[in-house]
């Protein structure tokens, strides 16, 4: 296996998703976030919460997104946590 750039962890990938959605995310970040996305549930999940709750209210706070998808990653976090 062979790795261009370190693969993005859950918890690194949840951070861009905000700015990827903003368009703020440089395009070398972007192509990371968008394998980790391919390749990931539970992310690609989270960033369709995103995308919905934006298109909803036109931002974007912790607050407004459904607790399912939060708990669900916070599981995920713990998952990765005990892994590494
Ligand atoms: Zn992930």
Not at 27 to 37: F, N, P
């Amino acid at each position: 296996m062979r790795w261009t750039a370190p693969p993005l962890v859950c918890r690194e990938a949840v951070e861009l998703v905000s700015d990827f959605l903003e368009g703020s995310l440089p395009r070398r970040e972007r192509r990371r976030l968008e394998r980790h996305l391919a390749a990931c549930d539970a992310c690609d999940a989270y960033l369709e919460q995103m995308r919905a709750v934006i298109a909803a209210s036109g931002r974007v706070t912790a607050d407004d997104l459904d607790p399912d998808v939060l708990e669900g990653l916070v599981t995920l976090f713990h998952q990765y946590q005990q892994e590494s």
